[in-house]
């Protein structure tokens, strides 16, 4: 290469994304060795009987290139990885990849061309990593807490077998609300960012009281649109309750009460979805999940941290969810 090329393409490397650098240092350095990875697993474990929690263990060989260990106590056998969402999982030299691919929100099958695997082993892979932050939502909200709910439209991708005609490609939901074609979903989010979301069978007081009850706390004051509903829940669950009259213009109460965090997050939300070109219904707590994960990161770079989460071993991402 000449060197006034060589100048341009080194000038270019700051534009490049995340994930056409992790493929231009395969490149230049060669796939990241199997072992790599497995260090890290090992490393990053505290060799624990995950059965009767007794630390007298011996080595037992190895599986799958990590080390295998034997309980002195109750004799079970387990690896670094046992009891995670990934065990038995294979191609660990990509896992950093894939969790970079996550990161960075690419489709099952771009995250299949940048880890080199088939998209199905990717479709089976993104739901694998995403069982823990999926289910690690905030359980405690606290000061003002803000409510309202956002819509779906119902999505049987990828299933063989509908209990409906089959719709036309391209076809539109005119139906706003809570019709048949539609999931609501319910976001709380408090000021400080902890976040929780439901997906609901109908919005009434039966479908939003049970999940409002065990994050809120009685002296939370408690901000959502003027539907009946939220009145309703409110009363019932005896805290302070702010409605904002949207359809009467009005926004923010006392320059404080407002719900325009929560309506934000859906915002981002939506967006953020748009790039799936539809989610199935079945998986769509996962995809709540995910972006949940990503919202409430700062800075987030490192693959490693995507595949703590993945294993449970991301101390931070629980504390935020424990706020």
């Not at 997050?265 to 990503?294: C, D, I, P």
């Amino acid at each position: 290469m000449k060197a006034s090329d060589f100048r341009e393409w080194v000038g270019k490397i700051t534009q490049l994304s995340r994930g056409q650098k992790e493929q231009t240092k395969h490149k230049l350095g060669g796939m990241v060795p199997r072992i790599e990875v497995a260090k890290w697993l090992e490393s990053s474990f505290e060799p624990i009987c995950p059965v009767c929690q007794s630390n007298h263990l011996y080595r037992w060989g190895y599986q799958a290139g990590l080390q295998r260990f034997c309980c002195r106590m109750c004799k079970h056998t387990f690896t670094a990885i046992s009891g995670t969402p990934l065990a038995r999982q294979r191609h660990k030299d990509q896992w950093l990849n894939y969790s970079a691919a996550l990161i960075e929100g690419l489709t099952v099958r771009a995250s299949a061309r940048q880890c080199r695997i088939d998209k199905n082993t990717s479709f089976r892979w993104r739901h694998r990593f995403l069982t823990l932050p999926a289910a690690a939502k905030a359980n405690h909200l606290e000061g003002i807490v803000e409510a309202d709910e956002t819509f779906f439209p119902v999505s049987c991708k990828g299933q063989r077998q509908l209990d409906r005609p089959p719709r036309k490609r391209g076809k539109q939901i005119h139906m706003r609300g809570t019709g048949k074609d539609q999931v609501p979903v319910l976001i709380v989010r408090d000021r400080s960012g902890a976040t929780a979301d439901f997906m609901l069978d109908a919005i009434d007081k039966k479908a939003i009281e049970p999940p409002l009850r065990t994050v809120l706390e009685k002296d939370v004051i408690f901000c959502s649109d003027g539907a009946a509903v939220y009145r309703s829940v409110a009363r019932s669950l005896g805290i302070t309750h702010r409605p904002v009259n949207l359809a009467a213009g009005v926004r923010v109460i006392a320059g404080v009460y407002h719900i325009q965090n929560v309506n934000a997050y859906h915002s981002r939300l939506k967006q953020w979805m748009k790039r799936f070109h539809g989610v199935a219904t079945q998986y769509l707590e996962n995809y709540l999940g995910w972006f949940r994960w990503l919202d409430q990161q700062e800075n987030l770079s490192s693959p490693i941290v995507g595949l703590q989460a993945a294993l449970g071993r991301e101390n931070q991402f629980q504390l935020l969810t424990n706020t």
